[in-house]
């Protein structure tokens, strides 16, 4: 899926709140170090995930579903399987009347709940990674794609 890098910019700079459906606890696995990584740019980040509910990651309370989360989320990243997506988007859509967007990890697509996200006028970025993104859009991207002084200097 191609998408226009005004347009990722946006919604990396609008949102302020996102909530990691799927976290991992394994700093070895991707959605801990994404969410780490969007925790230090300053978003403010709920991890959820039914397995470590109650959990502390990062300071915060893991929770186990969307529901759970008290507030207003601007964005939900979605490390799913692409089959979990459907009921993800429901939920999401359900819970948060102002969601801005729907960000659906590398690998991760799933076009029918694209296109009612779509139809409530939520953003969907599928296939994709913000911390990839946010690195390569606001010039933190070092040679070989990686910004290890970032990652290695907070583990």
Not at 12 to 35: D, E, I, Q, T, W
């Amino acid at each position: 899926m191609n998408y226009d890098d005004k347009l990722l910019r946006d919604v990396l700079n609008r949102a302020k709140r996102v909530a990691v459906v799927g976290v991992s606890m394994n700093p070895v696995r991707a959605s801990y170090f994404v969410a780490r990584y969007l925790g230090l740019k300053g978003f403010d980040v709920v991890p959820v995930n039914p397995v470590h509910a109650g959990e502390t990651l990062f300071g915060k309370k893991i929770v186990a579903s969307l529901s759970e989360i008290e507030g207003p989320v601007d964005m939900v990243d979605i490390f799913r399987r692409s089959e979990a997506v459907p009921e993800i988007v429901d939920e999401a859509l359900e819970v948060f009347p102002d969601l801005q967007t729907i960000w659906m990890q590398i690998g991760v697509e799933h076009a029918e709940a694209a296109a009612k996200a779509e139809a409530r006028g939520v953003t969907v970025i599928q296939n994709r990674c913000p911390k990839i993104e946010y690195q390569r859009l606001f010039g933190e991207l070092r040679m070989g794609g990686f910004a290890t002084g970032i990652i290695s200097s907070k583990l």
